[in-house]
């Protein structure tokens, strides 16, 4: 899954980044109102964490203009000091939920799952099913034919871009796009290592390659 993180305090989104990616997550981070606006508006995240107070364009103002444009992504916003954050303010520009600094960071996390589930709830569904393998979203856990397979973090998000569009070709540049973030520039042949690893922990049949075009997800038969 995408999260974009608008904070321009450039240690504090260092580390959240940092945090998240090791959790699984695709992590870009912006540092003002302006071009988090431009970037959630380029493309697609499941997740916004937004800080309020930002240089060239607030986080109300960032957060108003996305719900005005009709973008429903989940926004958490991020609040320096009690206070600062006017609830009926951010309910007013459709944030979804908000979090005071200092905050704990297994918080923040929790809070993140939290609104990630509830958006699961509107729209796709939280346990994806192909065959007698089944990924669950909200648990990150993966089980197939009643067994449970463990996975790293960013193997289970590239079977869960797979388990997402079962029976679909998905190519390398999708799959890369879903489960490395903005900046990621290295060998796109990374995946081909993540598809390999994913075959031997599953076992045979599941993920079938289409030549030249990319990878698509089966239920294996027999």
Request: some cysteine.
């Amino acid at each position: 899954m995408r999260v974009l993180i608008v904070e321009d305090e450039k240690r504090l989104a260092r580390s959240l980044a940092q945090g998240l990616t090791a959790e699984g997550f695709a992590v870009d981070v912006v540092h003002t109102g302006t071009d988090g606006l431009h970037r959630a508006t380029e493309g697609a995240y499941d997740l916004i964490i937004l800080d309020i107070m930002l240089p060239g364009m607030n986080g109300y103002r960032v957060c108003g203009a996305l719900r005005a444009a009709g973008d429903e992504t989940p926004i958490l916003m991020l609040t320096a000091k009690d206070g600062e954050y006017d609830e009926a303010e951010g309910l007013d520009t459709g944030a979804d939920d908000y979090l005071t600094k200092p905050f704990s960071y297994v918080v923040l996390v929790a809070r993140v799952r939290a609104l990630l589930r509830r958006r699961g709830g509107r729209g796709a569904s939280p346990e994806l099913r192909v065959g007698d393998l089944t990924v669950d979203r909200a648990a990150r856990r993966v089980t197939r034919a009643g067994l449970e397979v463990a996975l790293t973090a960013k193997e289970f998000a590239v079977l869960e871009h797979l388990a997402g569009r079962a029976g679909e070709v998905v190519s390398k540049a999708e799959i890369l796009e879903h489960g490395w973030d903005f900046a990621y520039d290295g060998d796109p042949n990374i995946v081909e290592v993540y598809i390999s690893a994913l075959r031997r922990k599953l076992g045979p049949g599941l993920i079938v390659t289409v030549r030249g075009a990319g990878y698509r997800l089966v239920a294996a038969h027999g």
